[in-house]
């Protein structure tokens, strides 16, 4: 289910060319599954999860939309 969202996204451009999107997907679920085990009541916060998908998708981001100075600079355009 990532591995299409993530193919349309590369099809519609916002995502590169040449993204390995078989290998993203799983990255970012493994990803996000770490982030949230073993806590005990309370979830990550936002800025946690923003700043390590950030950081999962700032290699595969087209030139054109990225932003800032460096990864994780939160402006990564969608």
Do not use: C, N, Q, W
């Amino acid at each position: 289910m990532i591995a299409s969202y993530l193919t349309a996204e590369r099809d519609l451009g916002r995502i590169a060319a040449d993204a390995d999107v078989d290998t993203l997907a799983p990255m970012l679920i493994g990803t996000g599954h770490l982030l949230f085990a073993g806590r005990e009541g309370r979830p990550p916060e936002a800025e946690a999860v923003e700043k390590v998908v950030t950081m999962a998708i700032a290699g595969v981001m087209p030139e054109s939309r990225r932003g800032g100075t460096g990864a994780g600079s939160r402006t990564v355009r969608p």
